[in-house]
């Protein structure tokens, strides 16, 4: 049966003359309950029998009452040459399925697969009798204890995997002395250790050698450099703390894919790695310094982030055109991006986050036309909005933020359709909003805080497809591309900023966020906006908003973390606050707010973990708040006397004392004529100023009934 064609085999299996006589049995990709049929067994003349993945899905934990044992008697099965049992939902002793398959002598096993399942127990010592395995595959278990010594017997063994197990205990060359044959040995995300030495040659040619966490360390595993034939190496977080030995370009040179990754690689880069034959090599988070030297001539995909790397050069860039992913992020790389970069017209991902370029990226990365992924954030960059981005139309993530960009954000953004998340905080941009910003039918998470945005919030939110949960958007065409390595990602997250994860966390669980805090902002919020009803963050706080909280809010259902403190916001707080179930932090300081708060337990328990998202709003009551209801709270102030040193300031003490008095004496006469232009231009004053004169004014301001009595 071809795989991926789903059929029901059922309970049991009937069996005629035909049947018995069955040499090559293919059952993978089907839909078999219960155990495995008894009748299996008496197929004498079989040589393969494949049940792999007989459920598409092999995230089986939680489904325990479709696990099986190996219960079939198998000793008939003297002819079998083939047993694929992979992600079967098998379940028991791995040493008694060993037992079972061993009754047959001779015993012509050559290919046993079993992982992906939950197996359990230790590894038979006896198991080095198979001697005409060529693959053992039992990786993805949870077999513990040690590997026994006798594998290394297994003279014929090419392909060996046991890993992301439990198992423990070291590794000796006794363990490899007869695998002449040997090739693939996978022995990663165990609890080994690797104990052989410098001076050992393996007496097989090795090409896939994964020793991920395990420990090898502290110095580099010099017995690798016997084997040449090496293709793909991954050491990563293996404990080395030593420089790359001389001899690295050499013994590697045929070496495709490496990762040594996680480790405390010291010193500098071997100056002829231009001789290698690398396409993937990944040696981020190591304490490597110096400069970059010339790069593999075939380079595709190249992560050296998180190291000390200092230079950055012309002639670092020499290699593949073909270059895919370039993540240098979190080095010392100083100077210009160099121009060179736009060799690389291939190039999906660049990341050079974390370090100390300067000036204005150049604009021939443009001809990168294929860039999906744009970090270029914690820098020194400055200029424009960068032109060379107008024409990456296929750009899904953009950081610039932490720079020192300025100007207006073009017109032209919205033709980003593709752009999945945009990142522009901490610049100096300036102007409105292009109101085409809503054309960003893929956009899920947009941080513009802490610029010098100013103008009204965009209307036709509900373009924003993405952020509605009546979207069925697939907005990544190319969803291997969101794996790459790339810098983590930040967020104002209940008041503070906090690091969410990965991007490929952002982009998997479609975390949608809207940051447009410490802006000029004006104008109402629009009530459009509640048609993002997908949206877990919304900060619109220290702007100059004005109006109400939008009365449908309570719809926005997904909303997690909600700001909008430090504005001028006033009316009532809705009662439909209450219905945002999933609600954690609700913060509405420093707006003029009035009215008795509404009731209700969700608005209790966030005001017991943030007793402050209400203060500064002097003209709410009621509970939780201690001053009760009556007549003087429902009437709004004047100036915004009620904020202290974190509102909004008055520049200058004398127009503070003015617009007191003025207050003062207005309230005293009931004239409110000219009100609400005098709150906007208490409030549009400056911060800074408002820090050093606001407790006099605020000392004057309580003095009054005691001056007027």
Known sequence: MPPGTPSTIGDHLVLDGDHLSLRFLYLSCTCMYGQFPDALGDMTSLQVLDLSDIYYDCDYQDDDKNMRSMTMDMKNLCNLEVLNLRCTLLYGDVAELFRNLSRCSPNKLQELDLGWNHLTGMLPRWMGQFMSLVVLNLGWDYITGHVPCEIGKLSNLTHLDLNTNKLDGTITEEHFASARSLQYIDLSYNALKIEISSDWQPPSTLEYVYFASCQMGPLFPGWLQWNVSIAYLDISSAGIADRLPQWFSDAFSNVEFM?????????????????????????????????????????????????????????????????????????????????????????????????????????????????????????????????????????????????????????????????????????????????????????????????????????????????????????YDSPETIYFDLNSLSTVWKGQELNYGSIQRIVETSMTSIDLSSNDLTGEIPEEIVVLDKLVNFNLSRNHLTGVIPKKIGEMRSLQSLDLSRNMLSGEILATLSNLAFLSYLELSYNDLIGRIPSGVQLDTLYAEYPSMYIGNISLCGHPLQNNCSSEHHAPKQCGLGRTEEGYGIPFFYLGLGCGFVVGTWNAFGVLLFKRNWRIACFRLSDKLYDKVYVVVATWARARPTQTD
């Not at 405390?264 to 304490?287: D, R």
């Open 259 to 475: 990762n040594i990754s996680n480790n405390q690689l010291n010193g500098t880069l071997p100056a002829n790695m231009g001789s290698m034959s690398l396409q993937e090599l990944y040696l981020s988070s190591n304490k490597l310094t110096g400069k970059i030297p010339t790069l593999p001539p075939n380079i595709m995909s190249l992560d050296l982030s998180n190291n000390l790397l200092s230079g950055l050069t012309g002639h670092s860039v020499v290699g593949s055109a073909n270059l895919k992913s370039l993540s240098l992020f979190s080095n010392r790389l100083t100077d210009h991006i160099p121009e060179s970069f736009c060799k690389y017209q291939q190039l999906v991902v660049l990341d050079l986050s974390n370090n100390f370029l300067e000036g204005e990226p150049p604009l021939c990365l443009g001809v990168t036309k294929y860039m999906e992924f744009v970090a270029l954030s914690n820098n020194s960059l400055s200029g424009k909005f960068p032109s060379f981005l107008q024409k990456l139309t296929n750009v899904h993530f953009l950081d610039l933020s932490w720079n020192k960009f300025s100007g207006r954000l073009p017109v032209w953004i919205g033709s980003l359709t593709s752009l999945g998340v945009i990142r522009l905080s901490h610049n100096k941009f300036f102007g409105s909003i292009p109101m085409n910003i809503t054309n960003l039918s893929c956009l899920q998470y947009m941080d513009l805080n802490n610029n010098k945005i100013s103008g009204s919030l965009p209307i036709y939110q509900s373009y924003l497809k993405f952020m509605t949960n009546t979207s069925m958007m697939a907005c």
